[in-house]
């Protein structure tokens, strides 16, 4: 096996297969270079024997045109041609490559046509034919038609000094073309001739090179491959043969047995070091592996102990973000309160005054003591009241109406769509008893006419946690501050900014304002989840980002973007 490897992988044949390549390479190269060269040799004569060609059909052309326009130019000024269409005729039969002679004026009627006598006195219309009407000045102009191939030389002739038409002499090219056919096919012969010239060379040369590789190689590759299958047996661990290995040169192949040798010295050595060592590595493993595995216990202990310690982290972060929720829910449940309780208690009160109104007129209806002027105060009173009554109602529904869908929202957070402007409005409604508590203003600036498909809860908790934040941070009891809230569209996202113009945030706060449990009024009620809360939301349910610029004593700005549809 190790023999055939050997013979298959062997330098030597590598080489020989690297050498063969290089010259076959070298020979396509040099014999593409002769061929292209013999044909670009070939090919200039030929374009010079048909230059040469074309060079004497047009001067005997030109020869026969000047005799031919004397005669034709004194037979029109005698009215009388027909003289020369003899002299044309003959001319075409004893010219082997003249193929017709035509004379016609510039309106292209035909007066001599020795190639289709029926065309006399017609007019002409080929391509041909126009080009030829045009030329004022001796043209050629060569063309193909009805599959000929034609060089026709034009001649104007005049009448009386004026032009009045041409002469046309065409020459046939298919013994030209029959000429450079016959050159193109010598051209393949002999570059055929010099490919199977190139290949018998390339054969000889493989051959001699083949032979001398093989003999030269020899002398580097045999003491290799002695090396090769001592190593082999070495691998198998027969070390019994490393004295089998002789050195017979001092060269690059002498020194690498040497080392050779020395190498095998040592794996010997090593090898029986290792059998030593074997004999003892059984109780050293077990003893270690008994000790690896009370490691892996203990430190499985210490990670399940982790684990739950960061499962019941978890659910009290959780419990504590629901308990914010509710706490900022029941917040907003005791302000309603608060604020429901006045127009309910008119509307009470009114309706008491009311009913005592209508038994007092009621007894004097009875007695027959009630007047004109008493039923007008009644029903005067009356109207009054239920105004009252009405408004305050309607007050009070409109604010249980806001309560209603902002708590709800932030119960559950389910997709909808929803008019953003009138929802924010309904959310600063809904957290007015907190802030008639204060003396700051809440400004809204949002197109009415951006609706979305999102979840208002989380609008809801967003702006009902910045808005207590900048109540309970930002302004000290007696400030009066101004809050606002500017909404717009940019591309595929909705941009809301959110501002005060309060205390602001110190530098050193500023990047830790989201981190959960980071509060500046610890034992205060604060419990440092609001902001975190805003941002997880809108990271995970929203799939937007919150930014946050401040600079203390001038306020702060939380910037929130939110793609406009929502997976």
């Not at 034709?72 to 041609?81: A, G």
């Not at 030329?135 to 038609?145: D, G, L, Q, Y």
């Amino acid at each position: 096996m190790l023999r055939n490897r050997v013979f298959i992988y062997s330098i030597r044949w590598k080489f020989l297969f690297a050498t063969v390549g290089l010259i076959i390479s070298l020979l396509m190269i040099l014999t593409y270079i002769q061929i292209s060269s013999q044909r670009t040799i070939i090919k200039g004569e030929l374009d010079n024997r048909v230059k040469i060609i074309k060079d004497s059909m047009i001067d005997r052309a030109k020869t026969l045109s000047g005799s031919l326009r004397v005669i034709v130019e004194e037979s029109i000024v005698t009215f009388d041609i027909s003289g020369i269409i003899k002299q044309t005729d003959k001319s075409v039969k004893e010219s082997k490559d003249l193929s017709y002679i035509i004379l016609m004026d510039y309106n292209s009627v035909a007066h001599i046509h020795t190639l289709n006598p029926g065309l006399r006195q017609s007019k002409l219309v080929g391509k041909e034919d126009e080009f030829a009407a045009t030329r004022h000045e001796e043209a050629i102009n060569e063309f193909v038609k009805d599959g000929i191939q034609y060089m026709e030389l034009i001649v104007p002739v005049r009448f009386a000094s004026n032009p009045w038409g041409v002469l046309r002499l065409g020459y046939s090219l298919r013994n030209l073309n029959r000429v450079i056919e016959d050159s193109r096919n010598t051209i393949k012969r002999q570059t055929r001739a010099m490919i199977l010239h190139s290949i018998m060379i390339a054969i000889l040369f493989v051959l001699l090179s083949s032979i001398i590789v093989l003999m030269l190689s020899g002398t580097l590759t045999n003491p290799i491959i002695s090396l090769t299958r001592t190593a082999q047996e070495l691998a198998q661990g027969h070390f019994t043969d490393t004295g089998k290995i002789t050195v017979r040169s001092q060269d690059e192949v002498g020194i690498l047995t040497y080392t050779f040798m020395d190498m095998a010295n040592k794996i010997k050595t090593s090898h029986e070091q290792l059998e030593e060592y074997n004999r003892t590595l059984e109780l050293r493993v077990e003893k270690r592996t008994s000790e690896l595995q009370e490691t892996l216990d203990e430190r499985n202990k210490a990670l399940d102990e982790r684990n739950n310690a960061l499962k019941e982290l978890k659910e009290s972060q959780e419990r504590l973000i629901q308990s914010e929720k509710m706490a900022a829910l029941g917040q907003l449940v005791a302000g309603v309160a608060h604020e429901i309780n006045t127009p309910i208690g008119i509307a009470i009160t009114t309706s008491s005054y009311l009913e005592e109104e209508t038994k007092k007129t009621i007894v004097l209806f009875d007695n027959r003591t009630l007047n004109k002027n008493m039923l007008e105060k009644y029903l005067s009173d009356a109207q009054s009241a239920n105004n009252l009554v009405v408004n305050n109602l309607l007050r009070a529904g409109n604010l249980i109406k806001s309560f209603k869908m902002v708590s709800a929202d932030q119960t559950s957070w389910d997709k909808r769509k929803f008019n953003l402007n009138s929802y924010l409005n309904d959310i600063v409604t809904s957290l007015r008893p907190n802030v008639r508590k204060t003396s700051h203003n809440i400004t809204i600036n949002c197109p009415e006419v951006i609706e979305i498909n999102s979840y208002p809860g989380v609008f809801a908790q967003i702006f009902t946690n910045l808005i207590l934040n900048s109540l309970s941070h930002a302004y000290n009891n007696d400030d009066m501050g101004n809050i606002r809230i500017y909404v717009s569209i940019a591309g595929e996202n909705l941009v809301l900014k959110y501002s005060d113009d309060g205390k602001g945030i110190p530098e050193a706060n500023l990047k830790k304002i989201f981190d959960p449990f980071f509060t500046t009024k610890r034992g205060q009620g604060g419990t440092g989840l609001g902001l975190n809360i805003v941002f997880n939301i809108i990271d995970q349910t929203l799939k937007g980002n919150i930014e946050c610029e401040s600079v203390e004593g001038q306020g702060t700005v939380f910037t929130i973007t939110v793609p406009l549809t929502i997976p």
